[in-house]
Structures are given as C-alpha cells and as structure tokens.
C-alpha cells in the first residue's frame, strides 16, 4: 500500500519547502518520493517540442529553456495541461501520476506537492490525506506572488472544498503558514502525520 500526502495552496504558501521537509523527516523510517502533477505536464510538452530526442534529453532541454525563459514556457504547461483535462479526460494527470506512483514499494509514503483541482484533492483523500496551505493575498504577494498570476484559474480552482473534503473533513489538514517557516510547518503538522503514519502501516 501506498499512503499519498497531497499538498494545496495558491503560490508562495509554502507547498515546496513542506513537501521537501517531510520528504527528508518521512524518508527516516519509510520509502519516500515526491510527486508532481505539473511534472507530468512539462514531460508530455518536452516530448512535444522536441520529438526526436529521448524522453530524458527533452526534458533537460526544456528545464534549460524554462530556467532561463520561464514566462515563455508556463502558457505551454497551462494550455497542454488544461487541453488534457477538457478534452481527454479530467483524471489524465492523476492517472499519470498514479502510474508513477505505482512503481513505488509496499508500505511506501508518495508526497504530491502541487494539488490545485478538485479532482486530484479527492484522489489524494482516497489514499491518503490532504493538506490544505493558506496565507492572505497580501502575505503572498510580500512572499514574491505575482498578482496577475494569482488570478488565474488553476490557483483559485480548490477555494471550496472538493466532494471528498466535505465527505471525509478528518483527512484534511489545514494550516495557515502566515508567521510560519517551513520547519514551523512541518513542526504544526508532525504531530497529526505521525498519527497517522501509526494508523495506516501498524
């Protein structure tokens, strides 16, 4: 059995530095990987700009354009991954995620770091839990939050719960990060994820 911890939060709530925490505090006593939907998207777009080179190859080169480029590559992420769940199927991401994590051993912990759909919050909920990261506008944009960003769909699509939150409210954990430091995060979360960590492998 695989335990998901998905992680969401409009941008600069702290979703990366928590993941990664929990990631080094988890990875002490179980296998751990992290995830991301966002991953997948940018694999399915290197493959598409460049499609006479390997997988591995095409992902280095757009890592190398978006790191230098970043703006120029997000509509491509935005427009291929919102394509795929319109016109494909809605869980063409999670499915794509779920297949990675597949490949992960019994008794292992899959941390999800970029959940924004309500769609991906319930499949987290199903296997596992979900953490909700909140923060004032204002404290975003301070953090470096661009307004115009913040604006668009993908980071406002889970402002109302999604129809496993209200079903199953326990496996949800939320927090608001305003004051916190990822270690103060992960410090205000331990307690319930060893809980349930105990839970789930006992």
């Not at 505090?25 to 966002?38: G, N």
């Not at 230098?68 to 394509?83: D, I, N, Y």
């Amino acid at each position: 059995m695989t335990l998901i911890i998905g992680i969401a939060g409009r941008m600069r709530t702290g979703k990366s530095s928590l993941a990664q925490l929990l990631s080094e505090y988890l990875s002490q006593t179980h296998t751990t990987m992290t995830f991301s939907f966002a991953e997948a998207v940018r694999q399915e777009v290197a493959q598409s700009i460049w499609p006479k080179h390997g997988k591995v190859e095409a992902r280095y080169m757009l890592f190398r354009h978006e790191s230098e480029h970043k703006e120029s590559v997000r509509p491509l992420l935005q427009a291929l991954g919102q394509a795929k769940r319109q016109m494909v199927d809605e869980d063409y991401w999670v499915e794509r995620v779920q297949d990675s994590i597949n490949r992960q051993g019994e008794k292992s912990i899959a941390i999800i770091d970029d959940v924004r759909h309500h769609n991906e919050a319930d499949f987290c909920i199903r296997k596992g839990i979900l953490i909700r990261l909140r923060a004032q506008e204002s404290t975003l944009i301070e953090r470096g939050a661009i307004p115009e960003r913040l604006a668009h769909y993908s980071e406002n699509a889970m402002k109302n719960p999604s129809p496993q939150e209200l079903r199953k409210p326990h496996r949800v954990l939320t927090l608001d990060t305003a004051g916190l430091s990822p270690k103060g995060m992960l410090k205000a979360l331990r307690p319930f994820i060893d809980e349930l960590i105990e839970g789930e492998f006992e």
